[in-house]
C-alpha cells in the first residue's frame, strides 16, 4: 500500500523560506519519479517540481530559481526547499509519486505565507 507522508508546512512570512519533507513507502522509491504539487483555495491543483530517479529536475516557470527539490533513496524521502515566499503561494502542497501502479498523492501540507 502506497504511503506519502508530508511535513514542513506552516505559516512564514512573504519572503521566507519552508522545507517540506515527504516520506514514502509502500512501493520502490527508487525506481519511482516524485513530484511536489500545489493547489491554491478556488484553483487547481498544479505540479510544482518533479524528479526523475537519476535526479534531473524540473520546475514550473514561477517558482524557478527558488525552489529546489531533492531526493534521498536511502531515507525513502523527496524535499522541497521553498525560499523567497509569496503570498499568491499559500496553498495545500501535495507529494507526488509516479509509481509502477500509476500516480499517487499524499495527503498535503498546508503551506500559509503571511505577515
Known amino acids: 500500500q502506497v504511503q506519502l507522508v508530508e511535513s514542513g508546512g506552516g505559516l512564514v512570512q512573504p519572503g521566507g523560506s519552508l522545507k517540506l519533507s515527504c516520506a514514502a513507502s509502500g512501493f520502490t522509491f527508487s525506481s519511482a519519479p516524485m513530484g511536489w504539487s500545489r493547489q491554491a483555495p478556488g484553483k487547481e491543483r498544479r505540479l510544482v517540481a518533479t524528479i526523475s530517479t537519476t535526479g534531473i529536475t524540473n520546475y514550473a516557470d514561477d517558482v524557478k530559481g527558488r525552489f529546489t527539490i531533492s531526493r534521498d533513496n536511502a531515507k525513502n524521502t523527496v524535499y522541497l526547499q521553498m525560499n523567497s515566499l509569496k503570498p499568491e503561494e499559500t496553498a495545500v502542497y501535495y507529494c507526488?509519486?509516479?509509481?509502477?501502479?500509476?500516480?499517487?498523492w499524499g495527503q498535503g501540507t498546508q503551506v500559509t505565507v503571511s505577515p
Open positions: 507526488l509519486a509516479y509509481t509502477a501502479q500509476g500516480p499517487r
